[in-house]
């Protein structure tokens, strides 16, 4: 399954400034008694969508302005993934304005509680935008674990 979750970022946002996501509750653990795994975050930039499907009007993330931020994913109270550049999570590049390539996507296996709230991004530098623009993150989740898992399988028993 997939959910695509926005990320406002303000313009003039400072660098290491945490920009906080946005609880998740489609993407919580635990949902109706099923557990919700994280199979693979992707991020997208203007090339691939140029405004925000939530904000509408909402510019999207420039390719530039993403190569100046990190994502950290906040998993079971620990910080997880710290500092994960999202250039590395966009999977489909445009080179010369004409060809698209695109990459392998950024797995993750078995990710369960996943605490959005304290998962956040962060520039490196002060963003080119002038304007509030959305960084897009595409998740792929499952409501079962990866085969091999002992400790799903002993949560299950």
């Known amino acids: 399954m997939f959910q ?7 313009a003039g946002a400072q660098p290491g400034n945490q920009i906080p996501i946005q609880n998740q509750p489609q993407l919580q ?14 991020a997208f930039d203007s090339d ?3 405004f925000s499907p939530f904000t509408i009007g909402q510019p999207v993330i420039t390719p530039a302005d993403l190569a100046l931020c990190a994502f ?14 999202l250039a590395m999570m ?6 010369n304005g004409t060809t698209a390539t695109a990459y392998q996507i950024w797995l993750l ?10 998962s956040y991004v962060q520039f490196s530098q002060t963003p080119a ?4 623009f959305s960084v897009l993150l595409g998740v792929h989740y499952s409501y ?9 399988e002993r949560r299950q028993r």
């Open 72 to 85: 950290t994913l906040s998993v079971g109270g620990v910080l997880a993934f710290n500092v994960v550049p």
């Open 109 to 118: 296996k078995n990710v369960y509680k996943t605490d959005w709230t304290k």
């Open 144 to 152: 079962c674990a990866d085969p091999g898992d002992s400790q799903e």
């Open 129 to 132: 935008a002038e304007t509030d």
């Open 29 to 42: 653990s635990i949902i109706n008694d099923a557990a919700v795994y994280i199979k693979a975050i992707e």
């Open 4 to 10: 695509m979750i926005e990320i406002t970022i303000k």
């Open 48 to 50: 691939a969508m140029a």
């Open 90 to 95: 966009n999977r489909l590049q445009i080179s």
